[in-house]
């Protein structure tokens, strides 16, 4: 696996993403939460839903932009996979920063 | 770890206080503690924001910003933007400008925030972060710094779920209880606050702060249900022994606090600077519920959605998460009441290909509604239903403006509005219900502090930069607010005179929320995917 030098390559950002997961529903068995898992999947009301991807622009310095991103999709947050949500991030951090000096990789 | 440095400044939120509740509890014994204390200081009438509510009322206490500015305007971030308007809930990105928490911590300052809303994601402060209204399944991930929760834990008493807010439940709360349930309702909220107590004691013992701020939530959520109970020129008209009941479990609450008030107070030490405010005041809503939307149906500006019941309970909202599409009809509404909290009428404008009315209409239909709503008039009584319409510009000038809802509504009553559907645009309301009114309270004591002082009414974005004055900081040139130097004894203010931060402002670089933080590769994705779907030609 690639590793990208701030900490946003796919791997990373689902480790990241599973990690947060995991530790909100740690209370109560929900399975194993894959990339594939459906938010919906995890039981968790829609409030901890907003705030998780609260945390996670916080997190990769996003402003509003994973908001603004999953409301353009037309998708229902408790509808997205993990994975989407990961590709959202992925997806935004690349677009602010057009002007990184690093060469990015695919995995 | 325990040390010597004692607090200078304690800010201590009382939401929703009023002098009209207030000031009975400490005349009849109620709150001994706060009236001995708040008779060696000042005191003050503090001024709300033009729509006062919680959130964006107490960003206002806390950034020294109009709502205009540091752009809060509800509990939800609306978004006009795209096919259809939507909102989701409000969070700490939601706040353009810096906090007093951050401009002291940037001061080298040490702060601690208990239960102040719009505070998730915790900002990396210089200090200790519990942010309001979080759920309890997220409490752990919701402290800075993180390995606070574990120390929040070993609390005696302490309950994730009884700290956290439960929206549901509030929500339920809000819309009116069942007699059977209030008693449980008030207990739920004086344990919760013994929570916050328990853990502002905590820290004022274990990691004491230069700046501790507290808020005390529970005033707001019994005044809702029990105004009519606590303000004294109304109680007396309900003497069944179950009101009796209801009325000894709030003034329980409100004895409570004042021992909290009591401790935290000693615990800052008399060297200690000490302020007490709230967001908003009360007062008691009328008899009537006011259904914008059904009034906006009337004018053929609104459609409701096939199978929209009708609302016979008096309720202000949806319970549960349902958003707006469960009851709007988009494709026949152009003006509408996305939440009743924010007593906000909205525009839908028809830019980037979607419906909605043009630029050039917009003036013209925004004037008719305020007309219209200005001549709304009670059938029975003749009397005006709404007495204020405020434009966006009015409500909420500066550079946020563009985010605030395009019309805000004050009624006869201070009450919020439905968003429901109804058979009539009025209907009576099933419960004695409390709602807020723009007078709060202000009161401080401490060193350089006047005493027995009664000060002439203030706004609360005049509470940061004095509490900065108090902290003997610097005072960003931007903020809207200014020290109120009225509640210092003239010979102190005279030797500690405001100061201003060079060239630094209190907003921050960016503006969140702003569609261009997309960035140009991102507004093409979604302009990419807004037209694979049909909303862009």
């Given at each position: 696996?690639?590793?990208?030098?701030?900490?946003?390559?796919?791997?990373?950002?689902?480790?990241h993403?599973?990690?947060?997961?995991?530790?909100?529903?740690?209370?109560?068995?929900?399975?194993?939460?894959?990339?594939?898992?459906?938010?919906?999947?995890?039981?968790?009301?829609?409030?901890?839903?907003?705030?998780?991807?609260?945390?996670?622009?916080?997190?990769?310095?996003?402003?509003?932009?994973?908001?603004?991103r999953?409301?353009?999709?037309?998708?229902?947050?408790?509808?997205?996979r993990?994975?989407?949500?990961?590709?959202?991030?992925?997806?935004?951090?690349?677009?602010?920063?057009?002007?990184?000096?690093?060469?990015?990789?695919?995995? | 770890?325990?040390?010597?440095?004692?607090a200078?400044?304690?800010?201590i939120?009382?939401?929703?206080?009023?002098?009209?509740?207030?000031?009975?509890?400490?005349r009849?014994?109620?709150?001994?503690?706060?009236?001995?204390?708040s008779?060696?200081?000042?005191?003050?009438?503090?001024?709300?924001?033009?729509?006062?509510?919680?959130?964006?009322?107490?960003?206002?206490?806390?950034?020294?910003?109009?709502?205009?500015?540091?752009?809060?305007?509800?509990?939800v971030?609306?978004?006009?933007?795209?096919?259809?308007?939507?909102?989701?809930l409000?969070?700490?990105?939601?706040?353009?400008?810096?906090?007093?928490?951050?401009?002291?911590?940037?001061?080298?300052?040490?702060?601690?925030?208990?239960?102040?809303?719009?505070?998730?994601?915790?900002?990396?402060l210089?200090?200790?972060?519990?942010?309001?209204?979080?759920?309890?399944?997220?409490?752990?991930?919701?402290?800075?710094?993180?390995?606070?929760?574990?120390?929040?834990k070993?609390?005696?008493?302490?309950?994730?779920?009884?700290?956290?807010l439960?929206?549901?439940?509030?929500?339920?709360?809000?819309?009116?209880?069942?007699?059977?349930?209030?008693?449980?309702?008030i207990r739920?909220?004086?344990?919760?606050?013994?929570?916050?107590?328990?853990?502002?004691?905590?820290?004022?013992?274990?990691?004491?702060?230069?700046l501790?701020?507290?808020?005390?939530?529970?005033?707001?959520?019994?005044?809702?249900?029990?105004?009519?109970?606590?303000?004294?020129?109304?109680?007396?008209?309900?003497?069944?022994?179950?009101?009796?009941?209801?009325?000894?479990?709030?003034?329980d609450?409100?004895r409570?606090?004042?021992?909290?008030?009591?401790?935290?107070?000693?615990?800052?030490?008399?060297?200690a600077r000490?302020?007490?405010?709230?967001?908003?005041?009360?007062?008691?809503?009328?008899?009537?519920?006011?259904?914008?939307n059904?009034?906006?149906?009337?004018?053929?500006?609104?459609?409701?959605r096939?199978?929209?019941t009708?609302?016979?309970?008096?309720?202000?909202?949806?319970?549960?998460?349902?958003?707006?599409?469960?009851?709007?009809?988009?494709?026949?509404?152009?003006?509408?009441?996305?939440?009743?909290?924010?007593?906000?009428?909205?525009?839908?404008?028809?830019?980037?290909?979607?419906?909605?009315?043009?630029?050039?209409?917009y003036?013209?239909?925004?004037?008719?509604?305020?007309?219209?709503?200005?001549m709304?008039t009670?059938?029975?009584?003749?009397e005006?239903?709404?007495?204020?319409?405020?434009?966006?510009?009015?409500?909420f000038?500066?550079a946020?403006?563009?985010?605030?809802?395009?019309?805000?509504?004050?009624?006869?009553?201070?009450?919020?509005?439905?968003?429901?559907?109804?058979?009539?645009?009025?209907?009576?309301?099933?419960?004695?219900?409390?709602?807020?009114?723009?007078?709060?309270?202000?009161?401080?004591t401490?060193?350089?502090?006047?005493?027995?002082?009664?000060?002439?009414?203030f706004?609360?974005?005049?509470i940061?930069?004095?509490?900065?004055?108090?902290?003997?900081?610097?005072?960003?040139?931007?903020?809207d607010g200014?020290?109120?130097?009225?509640?210092?004894?003239?010979?102190?203010?005279?030797?500690?005179?405001?100061?201003?931060?060079q060239g630094?402002?209190?907003?921050?670089?960016?503006e969140?929320?702003?569609?261009?933080?997309?960035?140009?590769?991102?507004e093409?994705?979604?302009?990419?995917?807004?037209?694979?779907?049909?909303?862009?030609?």
């Open positions: 696996m690639m590793v990208h030098a701030n900490g946003d390559s796919h791997g990373e950002v689902l480790a993403v599973i990690g947060i997961l995991q530790e909100i529903t740690a209370d109560w068995d929900v399975g194993e939460i894959s990339a594939d898992s459906r938010l919906a999947a995890l039981n968790l009301e829609s409030i901890n839903l907003v705030y998780f991807i609260a945390e996670l622009q916080q997190k990769y310095a996003l402003e509003q932009q994973l908001f603004n999953i409301r353009a999709a037309d998708t229902p947050l408790a509808d997205l993990v994975v989407d949500v990961v590709d959202f991030v992925r997806e935004m951090r690349g677009a602010r920063q057009p002007e990184r000096e690093e060469p990015r990789h695919e995995l | 770890m325990s040390c010597d440095r004692r200078e400044v304690v800010l939120g009382l939401d929703g206080a009023t002098f009209a509740v207030l000031d009975p509890m400490m009849d014994g109620v709150m001994p503690f706060l009236r001995d204390w008779a060696g200081g000042v005191r003050a009438v503090l001024g709300s924001t033009a729509h006062p509510l919680t959130p964006i009322a107490w960003t206002s206490v806390v950034t020294g910003r109009h709502p205009g500015n540091h752009g809060v305007f509800d509990f971030r609306v978004t006009t933007e795209g096919s259809q308007p939507s909102y989701v409000g969070t700490s990105a939601d706040v353009r400008v810096e906090t007093l928490w951050a401009i002291a911590s940037r001061h080298g300052r040490r702060v601690s925030c208990l239960n102040f809303p719009c505070m998730f994601p915790p900002p990396a210089n200090g200790f972060v519990v942010p309001g209204f979080v759920p309890w399944r997220y409490l752990s991930r919701a402290v800075h710094p993180r390995d606070l929760y574990p120390r929040l070993r609390l005696p008493g302490f309950d994730a779920k009884g700290l956290a439960d929206w549901d439940i509030e929500r339920k709360a809000l819309q009116g209880l069942p007699e059977s349930e209030f008693e449980d309702w739920f909220h004086t344990d919760r606050e013994a929570q916050w107590f328990s853990i502002a004691q905590f820290l004022m013992r274990e990691e004491p702060c230069d501790t701020a507290i808020l005390f939530d529970g005033v707001d959520k019994l005044q809702h249900l029990c105004y009519h109970l606590l303000d004294p020129t109304l109680a007396s008209r309900y003497t069944s022994q179950w009101a009796q009941r209801v009325r000894g479990l709030c003034l609450y409100f409570q606090l004042d021992r909290f008030l009591e401790a935290i107070v000693a615990a800052a030490g008399p060297g000490v302020f007490m405010a709230s967001d908003h005041g009360f007062r008691a809503a009328g008899e009537q519920i006011f259904y914008a059904v009034w906006l149906e009337q004018q053929g500006h609104f459609g409701w096939d199978g929209t009708i609302d016979h309970e008096g309720r202000l909202s949806l319970d549960g998460h349902a958003g707006p599409e469960a009851f709007i009809d988009w494709s026949r509404t152009v003006a509408f009441a996305l939440t009743a909290s924010s007593n906000a009428i909205w525009i839908r404008r028809g830019r980037n290909g979607h419906d909605g009315v043009s630029d050039e209409e003036p013209r239909l925004r004037q008719q509604l305020i007309d219209g709503l200005k709304l009670d059938p029975a009584t003749g005006r239903i709404v007495e204020r319409v405020m434009t966006r510009e009015e409500a000038p500066g946020a403006v563009d985010a605030a809802p395009d019309l805000t509504l004050v009624l006869r009553d201070y009450s919020f509005l439905s968003v429901l559907r109804a058979d009539a645009v009025l209907r009576n309301r099933r419960l004695p219900y409390g709602t807020h009114h723009p007078d709060g309270i202000f009161m401080a401490g060193p350089g502090i006047r005493q027995q002082a009664e000060l002439a009414p706004s609360i974005v005049d940061t930069p004095t509490l900065l004055y108090a902290l003997d900081l610097p005072l960003p040139s931007d903020l200014g020290v109120t130097t009225a509640a210092f004894e003239a010979s102190w203010a005279e030797a500690h005179p405001v100061r201003h931060e630094v402002a209190a907003a921050l670089p960016t969140p929320g702003a569609a261009s933080v997309l960035g140009t590769e991102g093409q994705e979604v302009l990419r995917r807004l037209k694979a779907l049909g909303y862009l030609d």
